[in-house]
């Protein structure tokens, strides 16, 4: 087998225990929560006690726990995450239709985000103490800033003082702006930081004086040579940026009214509907270990170092 081929085959245990761990912990904090999910299925204000037992007994929460963590397990074993106690349609289905605008605003985010904090890193890498203090300013008030805040504050500009947005997100290009850009304010502040300190480290290195003895200009050196060496960097801190912005969406959907996996797995802690909760941390996690395997096989790519110790 191919260096690549095992290097992959020693990572799917690991998926494997994530995927059931995250599983077994919503499981337990479900059972952990009060209230009758039973109850919460049925959607009626009163409903009789034989309906609840029956309705139970249909949702297998009459069984001894075990029992219902091995069904619950060997469901999501075969692919079926179940029905939803409050839709009453496959869980499947709620995920895939919060699924893509969840992930279509965390990679608005992200991509707006890197845009801005290249050239922001970039233009004040070493630089004096005056514009270095002006730039930590305004990150540290960006990362400190509540999610929900800036969302506000943009959306009381921008939709109903300018009207230059709409109030409720939708599905549009224009509707998507605002919370991008609530999305990524904070991140913006984070990956500047971690940016400028690799910049900073790379221009002092013997290289980069080689490429400045060459003739090399300045803006040059950075962009050539100095920002290339800022890559682990950002792929090892891309991982924790993706997760921020999947766990921020679900602050920024309600702010603007936007449909999403965020809003989706908010109304079902809300409602006790297990098999959505479930669906959502399962899917999730499956999305993390895949993007920590995908940013593992970026280091080999990037470093030469790391190709060659698995070979």
Known sequence: MRP??????????????????????????????????????LGTPNPTAQLVATTRHQMGLDRPLAQQYLVFV?????????MSYQLHEPVAGVIGRGLWPTVELALAAFALA??????????????????????????????????????????????????????????????????????????????????????ERALDEPFTTSARARGSGETGVRLRHGLRHTLIPLLTTSGWILGALFTGSVV????????????????????????????VVVVS??????????????YHLVDPRLREAAA
């Open 4 to 41: 690549a081929g095992r290097w992959l085959l020693g990572r799917l245990p690991r998926a494997v225990i994530v995927l059931v761990g995250a599983a077994t912990v919503t499981f337990v904090a479900f059972h952990l929560l009060p209230g009758d999910p039973a109850r919460v299925s």
């Open 74 to 82: 060997g469901r999501l074993a075969r692919g079926d995450l179940g």
């Open 114 to 199: 890197v845009v801005v904090a290249v050239p922001l890193a970039v233009a004040t890498a070493g630089r004096r103490r005056a514009s270095a203090a002006l730039s930590w300013t305004v990150e540290l008030v960006l990362i400190s800033s509540p999610s929900f805040w800036i969302g506000i504050l943009l959306l009381t500009l921008f939709s109903f003082d300018l009207r230059l947005f709409p109030v409720i997100s939708g599905t549009s290009a224009r509707g998507l702006v605002l919370p991008a850009v609530t999305l990524a304010a904070s991140i913006v502040g984070v990956l500047t930081q971690i940016l400028r300190e690799g910049l």
């Open 252 to 279: 920024v959907e309600t702010v603007f009214s936007r449909q999403g996996l965020g809003r989706v797995a908010a109304a079902a802690i809300t409602g006790r509907d297990l098999p959505t909760v479930t669906g």
């Open 285 to 298: 996690a499956l999305a993390f270990t895949v993007l920590n395997i995908t940013l593992d096989a970026a």
